[in-house]
């Protein structure tokens, strides 16, 4: 069986906790493969995994065995809501539930693991829903969580199961040990990429603009510099293509359209208060959608009704 997660740290651990729980079915996990936004895999099998395989913390795809989620926006059509549906009443393990905090959670309840795992869904929770006390201490602060989530993208293949080791011991100290050298070292990188970006930002409305295609794109760093802002748009490289990183203030009160559901009307995805839209071959074209996605969160800012901000989901 292949395990294909999203990925990032919760889609990481939700894998782990996958293939411990196949393990007691004594499924062999063939490999984990991490899977992004704007792969293009709605029919068909995907390249990822030749054989039988699952996904977790991602999109549905009708032919996967298993199925663990909890974004909103993780049916790309009607037809893939409708086939998850149909699964959902015929009894297969299809699990999508857009009110939990991470997909680990989610994992660790359907396998009747909350007790066995308990750092690591709270890890995974803090993670997935940005859950720290400012922009300064996610910046700059040095923590289990934060390493764990700064150096996530930098992580070899080899750290990466060396990290799931850990975490299949709810060891989530272990896995940032793993980690630790690099976290110090991005630390200083941080420092000085911050810096750079001053130049990089701007407001558009309530909305801060940030031209990641020279510097590094970092989150939340526009909000270092514009932290009234409620919601941050970043358009950046990846290895051959543009990007939109569109993201909510989490120390911000301010309620807005849903984010995730919003960038989908452009072929992206993601969260209430985060989503990614990619590839765009050139960067004008994903800064042209930028402005439009500006525009569209500036119409539907308000302040003042915190009852409604939701941050969860
Ligand atoms: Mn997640």
Known sequence: MYLLFHNDFDGLASATLLREKLRT???????????????????????????AFAVVDYEYHANALLYFDHHATSFRTESHREHYEL??????????????????SVIAQWAGWTQRYPNVVALA??????????????LFGRSTALDLLHTFHRTTEFERL?????????NPDEASWVVRSTAQELLRYREVQVRLSESHCWMNGSVALFDAR????????????????AVVCAVATS????????????????????????????GGGGHANAGVVQPFKTYHDAWSVAYEVAAQINASVSYGNIAEFAFTS
């Not at 293009?40 to 099998?45: A, D, I, L, R, Y």
């Open 25 to 51: 079915w004594d499924i062999t996990t063939t490999r984990c493969v991490s899977v992004d936004y704007g792969n293009n895999w709605t029919s068909g099998w995907p390249d990822e995994a030749p054989g």
């Open 87 to 104: 699964r959902c009443a015929a009894g297969d393990t299809v699990l999508l539930d857009p009110t939990a905090p991470s997909c680990t």
């Open 125 to 138: 929770n803090q993670i997935d829903q940005a859950d720290f006390t400012s922009v300064e201490d996610y």
């Open 162 to 170: 060396s990290i799931m080791t850990a975490l299949e011991q709810d």
């Open 214 to 229: 020279d510097v590094s794109n970092l989150r939340f760093v526009p909000l270092h510099y514009y932290p009234e802002a």
């Open 239 to 266: 290895a051959n293509h543009f990007l939109i990183n569109v993201y909510a203030n989490p120390w911000s009160t301010a309620s807005h359209l849903h984010i995730g559901t919003l960038l989908s009307t452009y």
